[in-house]
């Protein structure tokens, strides 16, 4: 490389704004990795691809931390700036490959990035690509790299991170970064840290789907809170995540069996405690897999517990409602089905009136539950719901349940019939 003593060894990679070789220095004949811009991209002076790729390298240059990836050099070249960081042994990315990690391991990392963005979120830095490729295991540690897309939150400048471009890697990606990548918080990068926790703990990419029930049960309520669609629903700031992570992990195992815990914690609930109403909710998604607690203690929920879990931890509300709906299918004695179509009607009551997927899920259930019971109880209810239904979007949604659910929709044909219905709920049921 002419008026640079570096010399290319091979080519490990691309991403972000630049190439990553493998070289040797011309004097030390030290192996470093080095990392230049991108050839398609404008790299003269004043250019914006230029202005991104040496704020890289000030940002990454100047976060000192034990955590975060060092660079060795700045180097200045006809072809642009480029700077070399130390030779790592291997990505985690790569040691993914080989499967999920245990328990531990993946703890170890998890915090050890946390501790990292954490330090980078104190300096007013957000990552914004984090993902198992940019974690690199260098010296016995750990570390994050790559910090071409990130943002200093410092800047108001607008012409390096343009609004409404696209940022970050698709599998580990907050959503929010299709809509403006530089209006993003922390928990953008919250939510890339709990995407790589989920892939070390179930050896899957998260992407493109995410299976909460792979995720090791003390986990669960942890990672699925991280990676919320919803910003606001996320943990704020990464040490609110880490303090809760070291909890999980270090704290005194709580021995008190689940319905007794829960028990109380509804008491606590209705007593108008809430965080007692928080616990009680992450305790529900934490043993979602339980299917005899599930069935003896959530069909006891009342409306004023469900409607209270439904405003101070809504995600989890609906992850409770999804589970006990799967330990819903079958066959159950009478009074269970009757139990079971109550709490759907509950939940009907306290569901926001535009979460239609809750919605839906309830009226199939009812739907279900009844004519496969040829429970008139439930036909009955199913009924009143419905003709209490009045907006376009509810009267469409019962239409298509009906039509989509004919042998159902035969049994419950008779009770829908007592009422006064629009058109279009008629016209879906069976012709008599």
Known sequence: MAGVK???????????????????????????VLK??????????????RARFEREVRIQSTLRHDGIMPILRIYKSPTGPLFTMPYAEMSLEQKLANGPLTETESVDIILTIAD????????????????????LFLNGRWVVSDFGLCRD???????????????????????????????????????SIGRIFYHCLTGKVPFPYFRRELVPARFRYLITRSVADE?????????????????????????TPPMERARALNAESLEGDSEATLSLARLLVEKADDEVFYKDFVPALSVETLSEIQKCAPQEFRQVVSAFDQFSEGSHPFSYTDAIAKFFRNVAFVAPDDDYTIRRLVLRRILIVGASHNRFFIGEM??????????AEDILLVASLLREHQDEARFMSFYLRQHSLPTAIMAALPSE
């Open 36 to 49: 230049h811009p991108l050839d398609t991209l404008d790299v003269s002076e004043g250019s914006a691809d």
């Open 382 to 391: 199913f009924a009143s719901i419905v003709s209490k239904m009045k907006e």
């Open 153 to 191: 939150v410092n800047s108001d400048s607008v012409t390096i991170t343009q609004s409404k471009t696209v940022v970050g890697s698709v599998a580990y990606m907050a959503p929010e970064q299709y809509d403006d990548a530089h209006e993003v918080t922390e928990s953008a990068d919250i939510l």
């Open 116 to 135: 990292a963005v954490g330090f980078a979120h104190s300096e007013g830095v957000l990552h914004r690509d984090l993902k198992p490729a940019n974690i």
């Open 6 to 32: 570096l010399f290319k060894i091979r080519k490990l990679g691309a991403g972000g704004q630049g190439e990553v070789w493998l070289a040797r220095e011309g004097q030390t004949q030290e192996i470093v």
């Open 231 to 255: 910003p606001s629903d996320r943990y704020q700031t990464v040490s609110e995540f880490r303090q809760e992570l070291e909890l999980l992990v270090t704290g005194v195992p709580d021995l």
